[in-house]
């Protein structure tokens, strides 16, 4: 499986010892490494294609990803954004490794082998982690090309496939009753969870982790960054008017109790313990019956359907359809991009609070 370019492969035999076959133009050349290491093999190699000035340029796949990070050619990602990243890499190259053993370097992985891949991954991933995975690896790939010395591109003709993400639902107002009066039967952090929740609009771990410091009780406001985008460098702080509901059932809670956290034991369960509040939460929406997750066609696994998150897709929805300008709402639920943070920050409190009434009481 030699090519004319000069980048050899290692190949072994029954004995166990690791043979070099290299094909350095058009003249071929097979050498046995004497070992049975495979990393004294790749050595081996090495050492033979440099003189022709062709091993310095091969890119073995096991040094793949810190060459990646090395490079100057990338763009500056959030530490949680690197970490997604690598976990779509390590995810290939184990791939590669139990299908191609005989390809160990970035440029000895040609078109084919990334066709069988993604075939395999059209399985049972849906169309938005396919496309994610092929822009992660096609990125990867582009920015490494000179120094694995890839002469052609082996994603060319690599497409994306359509759009067929499922977005959670979002509530009744009938099922909302219903949920906050299963929540309530749950225990009162339940209860104070869920209101958090529908007069918010907040992500779960924002309502889990919302600590008193952030809640200013005599203006009737919560001001926080929430906690997606806390992490970049253009994080804004979001303006919440308090509803009367949620105001009320706040109020309920003692001085005295009033630690860090609104709902403590919820907080400690979300950073030690978070099967639990994925565990209580199914039970609410099931006390409640509501369908949380869906059998999609040409799908194997079930796609969520109603989540805690819906909470937040209902609080936008119940907003807009009472009339709220589209931006007030978003300037309540905060924004990633910053053209859009800058323009929604401005909103006056009168103009946030008129949103957040459009919730009825539950």
């Known amino acids: 499986m030699a090519r004319e370019k000069g980048m050899g492969n290692l190949q072994q035999e ?24 495979k990393a004294k093999a790749e050595r081996f190699l090495q050492k033979f294609l440099a003189p022709f000035g062709l091993g310095e340029r091969r890119l073995p796949l096991a040094e793949v990803w810190l060459e990646y990070i090395k490079s100057p050619n990338r763009n500056e990602l959030a530490p949680s954004t690197m970490t997604a990243k690598r976990v779509v890499w390590m995810h290939f190259a184990k791939w590669m490794e139990e299908n191609h053993l005989e390809v160990n370097d970035l440029a000895g992985i040609t078109h084919d082998a990334i066709a069988e891949y ?27 090309a000179q120094k694995a010395g890839i002469d052609e591109d082996p994603w060319e003709g690599v497409k994306l496939r359509p759009d067929d993400s499922h977005s959670r639902r979002e509530l009744t107002v009938e099922e909302l009753k219903r949920l906050m009066l299963c929540a309530e039967l749950k225990g009162k952090e339940w209860k104070t969870l869920f209101t958090i929740g529908v007069y918010t609009g907040l992500r779960l771990g924002d309502c889990c982790r919302l600590e008193w410091r952030s809640v200013n ?41 009033r630690g860090v956290f609104v709902i403590p034991e919820i907080a400690n369960d979300y950073t030690g313990a978070r099967w639990k509040i994925s565990q209580g939460i199914a039970q609410i929406f099931d006390s409640a019956n509501i369908t ?17 998150h819906s909470l937040r897709h209902t609080f936008v929805s119940l907003a807009a ?21 800058r323009h929604y920050y401005h909103e006056n409190v009168d103009s946030l609070r008129m949103a957040v009434n459009a919730i009825p009481n539950l």
């Open 14 to 37: 029954k004995s166990g010892r690791w043979t070099m076959r290299v094909c350095i133009n058009g003249k071929r050349f097979s050498r046995s490494t004497r070992t049975r290491d």
């Open 217 to 257: 009780m005599l203006s009737g406001i919560i001001q926080l960054i929430p906690r997606k985008t806390k992490r970049h460098s253009h994080g804004r702080p979001i303006t919440i008017p308090l509803h009367p509901a949620l105001r009320e059932i706040l109020s309920e809670i003692p001085e005295a109790e």
């Open 292 to 308: 949380t997750s869906i059998l999609l066609e040409g799908r194997s696994r079930k796609t969520p359907e109603a989540t805690f």
């Open 321 to 341: 359809n009472a009339g709220v300008p589209l931006h007030i709402v978003q300037s309540i639920v905060g924004h990633e991009s910053t053209a859009m943070t």
């Open 118 to 144: 993604l075939a395999c991954l059209r399985v049972d991933h849906c169309a938005s982690t396919y496309n994610n995975r092929v822009c992660v690896l096609r990125e990867i790939f582009h920015i490494l």
